[in-house]
């Protein structure tokens, strides 16, 4: 018989520190393949920090604007004007300058539906400068004049703005896409209403369903529909028998309101996951195939309700893409994707987090007092929030939520005994719970750390390290877990109004010795 016992003091311990999870989640490979700056589960996570990883920033009300589902966000940032941005929740048609309550825009079109999805596009008047061209697929196009403020139905006729919720302003023209059918306007109008000519200026394009249309500097137009992505560099006047369009990609968009402008890329959801248009086109070309941006979530993107990915929307904004999305059994957007697109691994897939507790229908960016702000309305009601801003989401705590790779140290196939696990944490206030799980078993409690005066709370290892006012270190044993393959640690909190940044995680242990009774 060969009894067990823990390694001595004297035995090299093994290690594994973690400071820097740029790698992001990863749901694709096992838990303990992982790379060491990946981790399971980042929910409400941000790594804007290099080293670091924290809670992040909360929601702020701006004003509830009914209790229908926002169907509509939009920043309008005329030049030489004043920035609104305007919202839509069932009949009620608002707007906001950046502080105060949402005014009404009471001379609304009778017959234009504000109960469904909207979108909106800036657009440019000879006369009045600036405007917002609103639709719905469904109504006439509406021109909306800022300065008075004032809407202008469009019409339906031959010289009227076809009707759809795929449009763009691009080189002093009005677009839209409807089915295969990209149409344009006369140069900068006087009046959207008698500047198109249905009926002759327009491309047939076979990308399928209307997606998304997105004009770029430099490429020209992309036109995204179900089946394809095209693109278009049109002349000053675009002539459709001269203007050939290039086909880009033979991947198709599952929601047109996911594309955005990514630095030098675009954005968008495909069939398969998060895609970079050029990316996936470069791939393509030197390796046969493309992996999409969000390969490492392969959990998340089978929870996504499909049913329901028309709801889906997306925004570029601070360095990040965000994108909302209903999961599981949701009829609305429940949960929200956050890339960061500059931190890469060798592969080039970007880091990846989630964040939870935001029902968000519609983003929107919008400047004021010379700053830059990301908005949302929510998915079931008509609350409009700041969001990234406070400490909790409307009175409601963010819950912070780590879980890292299953740690073999270096050595899968040989047990473990005892050891340290040791967190360095930073923040005003909050608390945090830490938890072991060792060989796929469930969570066992180590202990928990207060940011606060009042210290620490059991139980805990002495002594406890503190450096400075705002950083505590503390330690937690692993005797009690017993011996293990590998350990998995989970960090979570929810203290409302906390504020926490983990700058360090150490975990130590040894290997376990085996000695005959001799």
């Known amino acids: 018989m060969f009894p067990r016992f823990p390694s001595s003091g004297d035995d090299q311990p093994l290690y594994k520190v973690v400071r820097d999870l740029s790698g992001g989640l990863n749901t694709q490979m096992h838990e303990q393949i992982i790379g060491d700056n990946q981790a399971t589960n980042l929910s409400n996570v941000v ?9 992040r920033a909360g929601s702020t009300l701006i004003e509830d604007l009914g209790a229908t589902a926002g169907t509509g966000l939009f920043g309008l940032e005329p030049e030489g004007g004043t920035n609104q941005l305007i919202a839509n929740s069932g009949e009620f048609f608002k707007w906001y300058s950046g ?3 949402f005014a009404s825009i009471t001379s609304l079109a009778s017959t234009f539906n504000f109960t469904l999805p909207c979108t909106f596009v800036k657009a440019l008047e000879s006369d009045l400068g600036e405007v917002a061209i609103i639709q719905n697929g469904t109504n006439n196009a509406l021109r909306l004049d800022p300065a008075t403020p004032a809407f202008q139905d469009c019409a339906d006729t031959n010289t009227s703005p076809p009707l759809t919720t795929v449009h763009t302003w691009f080189r002093d023209r009005y677009w839209t896409l409807n089915s295969n059918k990209l149409s344009y306007s006369g140069a900068i109008p006087a009046d959207f209403s008698n500047t198109f000519a249905r009926d002759t200026n327009y491309f047939n394009i076979p990308v399928g369903i209307e997606r ?3 004009g770029l500097r430099d490429t020209g137009l992309i036109i995204a529909g179900s089946d394809q992505i095209w693109g278009l560099n049109p002349a000053i006047v675009p002539a459709p028998d001269t203007d050939k369009p290039e086909k880009l990609l033979d991947i198709g968009v599952l ?3 996911t594309m955005e402008q990514v630095s030098d890329d675009v954005f968008f959801l495909s069939y398969d996951g998060v895609r970079g248009l050029f990316r996936t086109q470069q791939d393509k070309l030197q390796l046969g195939r493309s992996k999409p941006l969000s390969y490492y979530l392969k959990d998340e993107f089978e929870e996504i309700n499909l049913t329901y990915i028309s709801k889906a929307d997306a925004i570029y904004w601070d360095g990040k893409y965000f994108l909302t999305l209903p999961t599981g059994n949701s009829t609305y957007n429940n949960k929200i994707w956050v890339c960061y697109p500059n931190l890469r691994d060798s592969e080039g897939i970007p880091a990846w987090v989630t964040f939870t507790g935001l029902n968000i229908a519609y983003f929107a960016k919008c400047k004021f007092s010379g700053e830059e702000r990301l908005y949302g309305i929510d998915a079931v009601d008509g609350k409009v929030y700041r969001l990234m801003n406070g400490t909790s989401d409307n009175g409601v705590a963010v819950e912070y939520l780590e879980e890292g790779r299953a740690e073999d140290f270096g050595k899968p196939l040989q047990s473990k005994w005892g050891g340290e696990f040791k967190l360095r944490v930073a923040g005003g206030t909050g608390t945090l719970v830490v938890s072991a799980s060792i060989d796929n078993g469930g969570y066992t409690q180590l202990g928990s750390v207060a940011l606060e ?9 002495f ?3 503190f450096r400075g006012d705002n950083e505590v270190s503390e330690q937690f044993h692993l005797d009690t877990l017993g011996t293990f393959k590998r350990i998995k640690f989970k960090i979570y909190a929810n203290t409302l109004n906390q504020q926490i940044t983990i700058l360090e995680s150490l975990a130590t242990t040894f290997l376990e010795e085996y000695q005959s009774e001799d």
């Open 453 to 461: 005066e009042s210290g620490v709370e059991f139980p805990l290892t």
């Open 212 to 214: 998304a249309l997105l």
């Open 255 to 257: 929601n047109g309101n």
């Open 99 to 101: 502080s105060g309550a």
């Open 47 to 55: 790594l804007d920090t290099s080293g670091q990883r924290s809670l």
């Open 463 to 465: 002594p406890l390290d």
